[in-house]
């Protein structure tokens, strides 16, 4: 069985003179229990309301989203969101952040394992000795390092991105994408991912599997046909990957069609 | 080397105004000990901030303003002293009528902060509870926006009536001028909460009472305190005026009594002693904010 499914979904969306606006036609897919999915399209293509719905941010207008075969209505314990822009409040330290997101999923933890668990996490993303600065006293990749460690210590089965480092500066993005990575292989059992970018190469890094979205459509569903642990020198250095990289580039400038041995079977 | 003399400019005014204080004056004028205290506690405060430029610039001018006051009054008297005053009487009013002028300062700060503090949790409370409904916004919004630009003042004779006691109608009136910035700023927080601080909020499934607590109360008292600071000084404005209606006790009806008796001397200090007191109540507010918002 599928962890999440969205069956035909849609959404209106109403516009600035009342009239219903069209953000997504009957999308349909399915994401395996411990897949990594990353959603990638042009903006305004309807990418991140699909994570909203995933969300539990917006209700779909029709259709049905289920997570282990129950229907989702709102947010729940069971998804953790990384947002793009930094979400933590800014009147918590990064440690209190922490700490705050764990409490919400632990609530029976008393102060000390809050403490010990909020250390841990801020940790393993590299904050070790900023645990008790304020946000504000951080740099951009500092604050989604926090971010995503508020995330992850929630413990949660499924994982929600929205371009996560789509405001970081590439040199930082390289190393939090690594770090993602190096997280996630260690993380047993492997959470399910769903993460929304419009930066090709980080999609097919990080991914299982790649939906494109066009005009409020998912289009394709792609698998990603490179080995883990994958190496990002060796992977940017192959020729097949440049081919399966070029076909998914064309796929936003053109209407080709995509080679037929990587069509996913799955989603669509 | 202008710059050099604008350096020592304020401690030679300090030396000269320290000896005309010292030199005799007419008779009419009594001891000099307080004003010259006031005068070296000016200056100390000078030397503390010697390497300040602005304050530097407010010592000439506090200084200059002093000699010019001491020189028309104690040296060469214009001749109505119950109008125009020495500052050596001035200050000295202190020593005479401390006890009554602390019991003023501690009526009316009584007085502020009960108004201040039922202000805090109606405006804070009632902000919150309409700013979270659409619908009771949508209703009390437009109301209030009428409602809210009335001075308060307006009110007092009517209070002082209607109500049962002269402190229970200042109290009223003291806290309407507070609440309604208030209670604008905290509905107006709540609506126009930054989205991605509320997304944040959601996905973490807070409990409503958690999301009050822990995210919209303090996300709201930056501009909490904003208006306290806006509020104290107007509302201490009110007090005063309030208590020259019908008080028996405080600074303004300190002020109004010796006025009623034609003590200028006794006014002007209680005019200047309101002053120091606002100007401590704004530095007190500016010490709350910087311990409450560290974050910033």
Redo the contacts between chains.
Sequence with gaps: MAKIEFDKISLDYLDAGGQPFNALDEISFEVKEGEFVSIIGSSGCGKSTVLSILAGLNEPKSGEYTIDGNKVTGTGRDRGVVFQHYSLFPWMSVRKNVEFGIKQNFPSLNRKELENKAYEYLAKVGLKGFENKYPSQLSGGMQQRAAIARTLAMETDILLMDEPFGAIDAKNRVILQDLLVDILESTVPKKTIIFVTHDVDEAIYLSDRILFMKNKKIERSIDVPFDRPRKRETLAGSSRYREFRQDIVNLFYYDNELRSEYEGGEGI | MIRKIHSILPHILFAILAVLIILPSLESVGEYYSFLTVVILIEVALIFNRKSIVANDIGIIVFVFLIFWEYTTAKHGVKNGMLYPAPENVFAIFIKDYKKIFEGIFSSLRLLFMAFGIAILLGVGLGLFVGLSDRLSGTILPIVRVISPIPPVIYSPYAVALLPSFRAASIFVVTLTIFWSLFMSMVLSVRDIDK??M??A?????SKR?LIL??LV??S?PGIINSISVSVSTSFLVLTAAEMIGATAGLGWYVKYNSDFANFTKVIFGIIMIGIVVTLLNALVGVIRKVL????
């Design positions: 991605k601080i997304d944040s959601k996905t973490l499934n807070l958690s822990n995210v303090p996300y008292l918002i560290r974050w910033k």
